[in-house]
């Protein structure tokens, strides 16, 4: 089986999920974290080298104030286990998406987790938070402007690298697939730009029961896909290397 070298997910289903057990929303986000963290293992365990979870977006602001609460604590729970989790798996992690909205000790801990873990190399692990993928592509292209009225570019040498460069992602290859938990069939903002070639995988199974067998389902799945990024088939074959 051919792992792809990066997988992003978008977590969802965790409050249905809860529901449907006549649980509160806030046990399927409890549950849902611990599912991350199993999930982590099976990364590690299959050499996937690259994992972007969408774990709370620009939109999430508009949940009610006791859900958001709930998640804040939940974050604050993750991050100080986040080491052991960083340590056991030689995991790095690196927080994309605008945390200045979120409190200060939240931005702490990031910080502190990021330095704790920046020279694990076994997994990459993206965590987005306040992410949004418009709001990340206006936040590069602020930073571009000011560095082009700065003259640190000229607008004539801007090209895909240069922007990719001003993305929260620089230097992360792009996800080769793309999961989607619990039904929804859409990208709710999610690494717009980075998910232009990527394989998209979408099932029922909502975030919490998504376990090592879904994983290794959609894997298979993207393995049975053809991938050609547009090129005819016959003639990428004839560009190889002695043929
Ligand atoms: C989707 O479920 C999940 C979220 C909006 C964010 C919460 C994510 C987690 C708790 C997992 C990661 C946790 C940490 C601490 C990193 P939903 O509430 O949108 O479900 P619904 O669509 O059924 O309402």
Same mark, same amino acid.
């Given at each position: 089986m051919n792992v792809p070298n990066h997988i992003a997910i978008i977590l969802d289903g965790n409050g249905r999920w809860a529901r449907a057990k006549g649980m509160p929303r806030s046990y399927g986000h409890v549950r849902g974290c611990a599912n991350l963290e199993s999930i982590c293992y099976v990364i590690r365990d299959l050499g996937v080298k690259y994992l972007t979870v @969408? $774990?709370?977006?620009? =939109?999430?602001?508009?949940?009610?104030r006791d859900e958001i609460e709930g998640l804040m604590t939940l974050f604050r729970t993750y991050l100080k286990r986040c080491m052991k989790i960083c340590e056991k798996n030689q995991m790095r992690l690196k927080v994309i998406g605008d945390i200045r909205a979120f409190p200060e000790d939240i931005q702490k801990s990031v910080a502190r987790v990021e330095e704790y873990s920046? %020279?694990?190399?076994r997994i990459y692990f993206q965590l987005a938070l306040n992410y949004g993928g418009r709001d990340e592509i206006t936040r590069g292209v602020r930073r571009l402007a000011q560095d082009v009225a700065d003259g640190?570019?000229?607008? =004539? %040498?801007? %090209?895909e690298a240069v922007v990719e460069? @001003?993305? %929260?992602?620089?230097?992360i290859p792009d996800p080769d697939l793309l999961i989607r938990t619990s039904g929804e069939q859409r990208l709710s903002n999610f690494l717009l730009w980075q998910l232009a070639y990527s394989e998209f995988y979408f099932t029922d199974v909502p975030w919490p029961e998504f376990d090592k067998a879904e994983l290794t389902r959609a894997i298979e799945k993207y393995n049975e896909r053809d991938r050609r990024?547009? $090129?005819?088939k016959e003639e990428q074959e004839c560009l190889r290397p002695g043929l």
């Open positions: @969408y $774990a709370f977006s620009t =939109e999430n602001w508009k949940r009610s920046k %020279d694990f190399t640190k570019h000229r607008p =004539e %040498d801007i %090209d460069g @001003y993305l %929260d992602t620089a230097g990024y547009g $090129a005819v």
